[in-house]
Each structure stands twice: as structure tokens, then as C-alpha cells.
């Protein structure tokens, strides 16, 4: 019992400091920029995205094409220029982080 317990400490700490780093990815990828976490800034907030699409099976892959790509029309007339500067496996990381917010 003792060990599951002190398993769980561990994941709880190594999934917290992997958020922290997955925000700070982020910020440092320029998405601080238009997203902000709980509020609209000149795109919707992190917290909105991952309610519009929770029920979404496909959202993951279709959220990872839209930072790559860029886009506009979903949130307002706003467009979201194409992220190419950003490696696609911290574009994937940043998306997976976003679907998990409540």
C-alpha cells in the first residue's frame, strides 16, 4: 500500500513539472501571444478550446493540423497565421496539454 502511494506522489509530481514545461513551451513558441489560459484574448482561451472540442475523437490530430497550418473563420473573423516554427512534436504536446484542461 505504501508503495502505490508513493507511486501516485511521483506521478502527480512528474505530471505537474511536465505542465509546467508544456506552458512554458508555449509561451516560448509565441501562442502566449493570441491565447490566454481562462479568458479570450485575440483568440479563444485554452480552457475554451478544450471545451468546444472534449467530445471530439478527432480532435487531437485536427487541433495539431490548425497550429501547423493556421486558420480562421472558427472563433471569429481573426485568423491564426501557420506555427512553422514550431516542431510538430511540441505542437503535439501543446494540444494534448490544452484537451486536458478543465
Known sequence: MKLVYAASIVLG???AGS???TEKLAQSSGCMTCHAMDRK???PGYKEIAAKYRNDKGAEAKLI???KAGGSGVWGPAPMP???HVK???IKSMVQWILTLK
Open 82 to 84: 501557420p506555427n512553422a
Open 13 to 15: 509530481v512528474l505530471s
Open 41 to 43: 484574448a485575440i483568440g
Open 65 to 67: 493540423q490548425k497550429v
Open 88 to 90: 510538430e512534436e511540441d
Open 19 to 21: 505542465v509546467a514545461a
